[in-house]
């Protein structure tokens, strides 16, 4: 099974926004990620035949977001420094209570409410990209609303 140029093309041209925004997240940087998108794409463009069904989104994702970890561990080489997903830019200033409590969410919730907000990726999509069930995309989602909803009341009441 080959994934045709223009199902790339019609995946970048539909979502490539939420790409760029996702990968923002994981790099804390716009233009490398919007390097990591474009090297993701052109990296789908070449393997489409590698593809073996499924949803074409969610395999041009996992290709991206391998190219925006290869960047974080390149800089983690560079300047021994831990990558953390950043959130404020992506949130207006209206919303930094908001950004804050994303920012303190566990790494794997930050990711899966990244990869279900940000990337506007379903369930079995990001299970597939994580490696996980859709249950425990499920799970882990509830979670993070759980404790997104109690660091945000907290906020509220100081």
């Given at each position: 099974m080959e994934l045709s140029i223009e199902?790339?093309?019609?995946?970048?041209?539909?979502?490539?926004?939420?790409?760029?925004?996702?990968?923002?997240?994981?790099?804390?940087?716009?233009?490398?990620?919007?390097?990591?998108?474009?090297?993701?794409?052109?990296?789908?463009?070449?393997?489409?035949?590698?593809?073996?069904?499924?949803?074409?989104?969610?395999?041009?994702?996992?290709?991206?977001?391998?190219?925006a970890l290869d960047e974080i561990r390149r800089r983690?080489?560079?300047?021994?420094?831990?990558?953390?997903?950043?959130?404020?830019?992506?949130?207006?200033?209206?919303?930094?209570?908001?950004?804050?409590?994303?920012a303190a969410l566990p790494p794997r919730r930050r990711a899966m409410v990244f990869l279900h907000y940000f990337a506007d990726l379903a369930y079995p999509d990001i299970a597939k990209l994580c490696g996980v069930s859709d249950g425990t995309v499920a799970a882990t989602l509830a979670q993070a609303r759980a404790e997104l909803s109690g660091l945000l009341e907290k906020e509220v009441s100081s």
């Open positions: 199902e790339i093309q019609q995946v970048y041209e539909a979502r490539q926004t939420g790409f760029v925004l996702a990968a923002t997240a994981l790099l804390k940087n716009s233009e490398a990620a919007r390097d990591a998108v474009q090297e993701g794409f052109a990296q789908a463009l070449v393997a489409r035949r590698k593809w073996r069904g499924g949803s074409a989104e969610a395999w041009i994702w996992k290709i991206v977001q391998r190219k983690q080489r560079a300047v021994g420094l831990d990558q953390e997903f950043e959130t404020r830019g992506l949130l207006s200033e209206n919303h930094s209570g908001l950004a804050e409590a994303v």
